[in-house]
């Protein structure tokens, strides 16, 4: 399994251990956790495509986060349930950056979509009137294009950084490989720092787009009805239970 004094093809989770029947429990409650998110995803998708009413731009990013949810959902599970069970937890080198960039792309959209799902709230209520001349089929189109591609891109080049990294280490105290930059040898922080960098632009793009589309809506508020605060509230609705859901998932993950 080793290449090299320095250097590993394989890695071991070493999280797992043999808790005898717990183990299968364990396995039975992760299994209805995936078949819920498969389910609950599926019919959301469902019925937005079939009512044509939901046919909107906020309806319509939440039926993408349902498919990201359904795209990292299938990254993570399948493996994390035959690990459950399995009597070895070795992962090759290929597939643990595989099951990285799976997983990190899911959580990277996901923040995206809520980003631009906080810009759609953000002309819906400051510019109302031209809701429908900005929010069109070609931007939206656009939005979702870019929601899911300069993450990838950003990605990519991270794991490809990474996988030509030696590694000192073959441990994974995790259950997916979440931490094997961490093992990268001493002497070498290409990956490190090609982590932080698109990690720091993954988090910053669409955190600052929600915070100042949410303070530029505040501000409006304050100066409207109760009328309206009301009907901005009902508006915005969606998008913070979406944002909501997805902080939980994302911070599970």
Known sequence: MKNSSSDYDYFEFTIYRDYGPIN??????????????ISANTVVIL???????????????????????????SGFFPRFLMDLLSDTHFISRVSCLVQLYIIFLYIACELFFLGIMSYDRFVAICQPLYYHSTMTFKMVLCLIVSAELIPALLLALYVSSLSNVPFCG??????????????????????????RAVTLVIIAVPLVLILYTYLRILMVC???????????????????VSFTSSSVSVAST
């Open 170 to 195: 073959n441990k994974l105290n995790r259950v997916f490989c979440s931490s094997l930059s961490s093992l990268s040898c001493p002497n070498l922080t290409l990956g490190n720092n090609s982590g």
């Open 222 to 240: 304050r100066r409207s009805s109760t009328e309206f605060k009301g009907k901005a509230f009902q508006t915005c609705l969606p998008h913070i």
């Open 47 to 73: 019925i937005v495509g079939l009512k044509k009413s939901l046919h909107q731009p906020m309806y319509i990013f939440i039926c993408c986060l349902c498919f990201n949810s359904l795209f990292g959902s």
């Open 24 to 37: 299968y429990l364990f396995f039975t409650i992760s299994l209805l956790i995936y078949i819920i998110i």
